[in-house]
T-cell receptor, first 115, second 115 residues
Framework: GAGVSQTPSNKVTEKGKYVELRCDPISGHTALYWYRQSLGQGPEFLIY????????DSGLPNDRFFAVRPEGSVSTLKIQRTERGDSAVYLC?????????????FGPGTRLTVL | AQKITQTQPGMFVQEKEAVTLDCTYDTSDPSYGLFWYKQPSSGEMIFLIY??????QNATEGRYSLNFQKARKSANLVISASQLGDSAMYFC????????????FGQGTELSVKP
């Protein structure tokens, strides 16, 4: 079956603009995660959905970042008033249940560049 | 304090030899999982192997094995018979039961396999 897909693969925007990043998880996976990876670093957790609800949004850096998953499948990460420091690769992952042993499978990421 | 520490920013190994990538972790949660991911230059995070905190035996998956030393809080990845395609970044990650779904990643180790 298809893996996790993310669109767009690359996004270049100007400081102050609004962007949306989309994640399509593996079919049937109830848990969905967003991470951010800066150059030379490991991924950092942003938010975790179990079904339609955000089970943990403790990693969102500030209120400019918001994510939704209205039907429990596709998720959109929304960034308002983008800043140059938001430039990073945004990774999405999904897993079947969300338990401690549950393996997360990652998409190819969206590279966001804020000019 | 760092939850996951990977002390080797870069490693070299000769093709067909074995290599060990180090990972130490810090947690007070008795229930946790440890994961290793590979990230080639293409950027996608590829799941390699999982070890649960209560697992009695070290995990193995093909050429990958995990040297789990619970008392030392280490979870080193061993790659046997290295191949040129193993050249990539390798990330160790931990998931704590009391922290829900999020993975905490180390800084990564860049492995280069020499022909």
């Amino acid at each position: 079956g298809a893996g996790v897909s993310q669109t767009p693969s690359n996004k270049v925007t100007e400081k102050g603009k609004y962007v949306e990043l989309r994640c399509d998880p593996i079919s049937g996976h109830t848990a969905l995660y967003w991470y951010r990876q800066s150059l030379g670093q490991g991924p950092e957790f942003l938010i975790y959905f179990q079904g339609t609800g955000a089970a943990d949004d403790s990693g969102l850096p500030n209120d400019r970042f918001f994510a939704v998953r209205p039907e429990g499948s596709v998720s959109t990460l929304k960034i308002q008033r983008t800043e140059r420091g938001d430039s990073a690769v945004y990774l999405c992952a999904s897993s079947s249940e969300g338990g401690a042993a549950d393996t997360q499978y990652f998409g190819p990421g969206t590279r966001l560049t804020v000019l | 304090a760092q939850k996951i520490t990977q002390t080797q920013p870069g490693m070299f190994v000769q093709e067909k030899e074995a290599v060990t990538l180090d990972c130490t972790y810090d947690t007070s949660d008795p229930s946790y999982g440890l994961f290793w991911y590979k990230q080639p230059s293409s950027g996608e995070m590829i799941f390699l192997i999982y070890q649960g905190s209560y697992d009695q035996q070290n995990a193995t998956e093909g050429r990958y094995s995990l040297n789990f030393q619970k008392a030392r809080k280490s979870a080193n990845l061993v790659i046997s018979a290295s191949q040129l395609g193993d050249s990539a970044m390798y990330f160790c990650a931990m998931r704590e039961r009391n922290q829900g779904g999020k993975l905490i990643f180390g800084q990564g180790t860049e492995l280069s396999v020499k022909p």
